[in-house]
């Protein structure tokens, strides 16, 4: 693998120096504003703990700097940088910044960018892609299933599969230094490959990355450390196509990741008084997986589609059972699926969905040092109606309301209730 990748960058090294550069380097600026007001109705805990205000704005807005020249040779050569403007510390912080290759034989991405993928992923259609997309940026629910498991959450922080927001997008380690090549596409058949060498972002071009030698295990009653993730891959493929007045988009992406290393059973299971972890102690054994697949249809302004993604990971569990350390595995499994329809006419559309996700955890402590290992279960459903207006070129005024359920079907330790929510949602997204 090392001597591909070396090959590649001396191949990509080759082409920029094979031609004269004398075409002028063109920049662009852009970026998009995103601005709505929200009201939610928890159903939640009482208590001034868990009290939330009924009313909120929100907002959310980058600036996209672009420069980009091509070649004699036909080959283009540019860089993307994104800066979050609106965040919460009113602070700029950076998003996407990486540079591209492109031509005849397809395109690469070197540094911070979505994966394949995600960039190949097939999106049902919306009521407001802000609120029910294929990314959720907008969220009534609280508490969200996400924050269910503050365990498993230190486990996977380096990664949203298994917590964000109740969306379907396959960026598993989204904000991670990557490289990607997309083939062109060929009758509207498009494939893509990601590398990444672990999780994260590599801060600055001196010294080689820092090695935590992670062993990605959580310790109740200690510290927690988050699993080291190592060898990121993803392919992906998609066709648009169009057949007897209908417009159709199919596709499906895999994602994989290995963990650096695990404690190995004699670790685990020494009873002198040696052993690595303490009873109740328990770390992840696998990296994380995850496919999605997706189809839209579309026909005179209609649009009818449906996607579905699940990762799966799996975690080992340290029980005292009567004074003997024993070693049990359960695998953790989150299960997401969508359909949606919408309407276009002119500047007017309509959508409506309907999401299903549920988590499913085994090798799940019922107490510890008691040897009982519960299985345990969330599931969210969402259901989201609403249209926008176009009032100019990627201006548009948007509403939507969702609405649905927190259901905490647990035989194990998580203690948060059920939760009803309702949402409703103005605003605007200016693309510019």
């Known amino acids: ?170 960026g598993d380690f989204a904000k991670n230094d990557r490289i990607t090549y997309l083939t062109p596409k060929f009758d509207g058949f498009q494939a893509g490959v990601s590398y990444a060498p672990k999780q994260g972002v590599t801060s600055n071009t001196g010294s080689m990355a820092f090695d935590q030698d992670g062993q990605g295990f959580y310790n109740p009653g200690g510290t927690s450390i988050t699993a080291d993730y190592q060898n990121l891959w993803e392919v992906s493929a998609r066709y648009d196509g169009e057949f007897e007045g209908f417009g159709f988009a199919l596709g499906g992406g895999y994602s994989d990741s290995g963990i650096e290393s695990t404690p190995s059973a004699a670790q685990l299971t020494d009873d002198a008084g040696g052993d690595t972890f303490n009873d109740g102690d328990y770390f992840l054994d696998d990296g994380i997986q995850s496919y999605n697949g997706g189809l839209t249809l579309s026909s005179q302004g209609f649009s009818l589609g449906g996607a579905y993604k699940q990762t799966k990971t799996s975690r080992i569990t340290n029980t005292d059972n009567g004074g003997t350390d024993n070693a049990q595995s359960g695998d953790i499994t989150a299960k997401t699926w969508v359909i949606g329809a919408g309407y276009d006419n002119g500047p007017w559309h309509a959508g409506a969905s309907y999401l299903n996700t549920k988590t499913e955890l085994d090798a799940i402590i019922n107490g510890l040092d008691s040897g009982n290992i519960a299985a345990t279960s969330y599931e969210d459903d969402k259901y989201t109606v609403g249209g926008g207006y176009t009032f100019g070129p990627g201006m548009t005024f948007r509403g939507a309301v969702a609405w649905g359920t927190f259901d905490n079907a647990t035989a194990g330790t998580l203690t948060t209730d059920d939760n009803d929510f309702t949402q409703v949602t103005v605003g605007a997204d200016v693309q510019f």
């Not at 704005?57 to 070649?71: I, M, S």
């Not at 990314?135 to 269910?148: D, G, H, V």
């Open 1 to 170: 693998m090392k001597k591909l990748l070396l090959v590649s960058t001396a191949i990509a090294g080759v082409a920029l120096l094979s031609s004269p550069a004398s075409a002028a380097v063109k920049m662009d600026l852009g970026g998009f504003f995103r601005g709505y007001g929200v009201y939610a109705d928890n159903n939640e805990d009482t208590g001034a703990s868990n009290s939330l205000y009924n009313f909120e704005f929100r907002r959310d807005a980058e600036l996209h700097a672009n420069g980009e020249t091509t070649l004699d040779n036909g080959l283009t050569v540019g860089a993307h940088g994104e800066l979050k403007i609106a965040n919460g510390s009113n602070s700029t912080l950076s998003d996407e910044i990486y540079g591209y290759l492109s031509g005849g034989w397809g395109r690469i991405n070197l540094g911070i960018e979505d994966g394949a993928a995600y960039l190949l992923q097939v999106a049902a259609p919306s009521a407001d892609s802000n609120v029910d997309g294929l990314r959720t940026y907008i969220q009534a629910l609280n508490p969200k299933s996400t924050a269910m498991d503050s365990n498993l959450a230190s486990l996977t922080a380096n990664s949203n599969a298994f917590f964000g927001l109740l969306d379907y997008d396959q």
